[in-house]
């Protein structure tokens, strides 16, 4: 039940093997276990008459639809048809089962390291709605995984602060081009979020990762060379107020002066 509004809506999903028992009351034995096939069907035959019950347990990720177009209900971890009657020459085909199947999104944290790539942790990341309000946060651990789990379909949000001393990986990265993940489109410093997704019912997205960075530093001495003989030697005075521009791939990044 994608919408989890308890109607089986046209276009919503019919998942393929899920598990369906099928008890005989009269002795409280298994008749048939049964698993659906690609289009969501499940079925047995050669049932004698009498009375039968059919059940589908409940996982961690599993739960029932709203009331309204399933015939099972829920009692404990099962949900539950019971009491169906067969008699000579008798199909049902009614039975229908509703489930909301809860869906996670999950990836790691990653830091390039003179270039080897490792789990980075003491990095906080969030999940968002779909106007920015923070559902859950987590800090990456050694492993630098995350984890959100048990949602249910919308509009979702990543975002992430590193930790000291970090810089997000930004979209033009050569990293990403080279194969690696990061999902952080707006990166501002140890901060970034990703642009807004849509999660469905039952389609875990994995490998949402992020990406970092320990930044460098460039910078030296600006001096005259008073005997010209292109070294510098002891003495020889500094000069302030000299413009110098650092670019990356013909783009400028930054600019500065020398001072005294």
């Not at 034995?29 to 499940?42: K, M, P, R, Y």
């Not at 004698?48 to 739960?63: C, K, M, R, W």
């Not at 048990?150 to 990265?173: H, M, N, W």
């Amino acid at each position: 039940d994608e919408n989890n509004n308890g109607l089986m809506d046209e276009n919503e999903q019919h998942p393929a093997g899920e598990k369906i028992t099928v008890v005989d009351e009269s002795n409280g034995n298994v008749f048939a276990e049964l698993t659906t096939d690609a289009d969501g069907w499940f079925e047995t035959s050669g049932m004698i008459p009498g009375n039968f019950s059919v059940q589908y347990q409940l996982d961690e990720n599993t739960a029932a639809t709203l009331p309204g177009d399933s015939t099972f209900g829920q009692q404990g971890n099962l949900l539950m048809m019971n009491s169906i009657r067969l008699e000579d020459d008798l199909v049902r085909d009614d039975l229908l089962l509703g489930i909301v199947r809860y869906t996670s999104v999950n990836g790691s944290v990653w830091i390039d390291r003179m270039g080897e790539t490792v789990a980075l942790s003491g990095a906080r990341v969030a999940l968002t709605d779909e106007a920015g309000d923070e559902i859950r946060s987590v800090n990456t651990g050694d492993d630098g995984v995350y984890l959100f789990d048990k949602l249910l379909p919308g509009t979702y949000q990543i975002q992430a602060e590193l930790p000291e001393g970090c810089l997000v990986v930004k979209p033009d990265d050569a990293r990403l081009e080279a194969g690696a993940v990061s999902v952080l489109t707006e990166c501002n410093g140890r901060k970034g979020s990703s642009e807004p997704f849509e999660l469905l019912m039952a389609r875990n997205l994995e490998v949402m990762d992020i990406g970092s960075v320990v930044p460098g530093a460039v910078g030296d001495f600006c001096w005259i060379d008073l005997n010209g003989n292109g070294w510098q030697d002891s003495g020889e005075p500094g000069i302030s107020g000299i413009r110098v521009v650092l670019t990356r791939n013909g783009v400028q990044m930054d600019e500065t002066e020398s001072n005294e």
